[in-house]
């Protein structure tokens, strides 16, 4: 179980995991452990626990971690430990779902006030006079 929020929780059933031989550190000790932990998980399928608006969200928000089946995948290799690469997927999985629960707030429209417009208009004006007043007049 990954808790989202206190009512959201993904089941583990929903998330599939597989292993690979990490580039990342770990020496030699590379080459033969599988460190590197991937997680798929079927977010437009199986996902019933997160709201319709939130999982529309995802695929805006991120775009790179998801497939064309409507997957999401994300991947580990930060540490030597498959454990802790398995944690850091699910930290990752928990933070996207988080973000895309924040609705964005509609920009209201506003209009520019009488006055700010006069003052603008007299402003040009009075730097038109002011640069008009620097030209060389036609009296030589």
Same mark, same amino acid.
């Given at each position: %179980?990954?808790? !989202?929020?206190?009512? !959201?929780?993904? @089941?583990? &059933? +929903?998330? +599939?995991? #597989?292993?690979?031989?990490?580039? /990342?550190? /770990? /020496? ?5 452990? $599988? ?9 437009? @399928?199986? $996902? ?5 608006? $939130?999982? $529309?969200? %995802?695929? =805006?928000?991120?775009?790179? *971690?998801?497939?064309? +089946?409507?997957?999401?995948? !994300?991947? #580990?290799? @930060? ?8 944690? &850091?997927?699910?930290?990752?999985? @928990?933070? %996207?779902?988080?973000?895309?629960? =924040?609705?964005?707030? =509609? ?10 417009? *006069? ?22």
């Amino acid at each position: %179980m990954l808790p !989202i929020t206190d009512t !959201i929780i993904i @089941a583990d &059933d +929903e998330l +599939e995991w #597989s292993f690979a031989r990490s580039g /990342g550190p /770990g /020496g030699q000790n590379v080459n033969k452990v $599988a460190s590197k932990a991937v997680l798929r998980w079927k977010a437009s @399928a199986t $996902a019933a626990a997160i709201p319709p608006g $939130a999982k $529309a969200r %995802m695929p =805006v928000l991120f775009p790179s *971690r998801f497939t064309t +089946e409507g997957d999401v995948v !994300i991947q #580990s290799q @930060a540490t030597r430990d498959q454990e802790r690469n398995k944690e &850091d997927c699910l930290l990752k999985l @928990a933070e %996207m779902v988080r973000a895309a629960l =924040v609705e964005p707030v =509609v920009r209201k429209k506003t209009k520019v006030s009488k006055g700010a417009k *006069r003052r603008r208009v007299a402003d040009k004006r009075r730097n038109s006079e002011k640069k008009q007043a620097r030209r060389a007049g036609g009296d030589d």
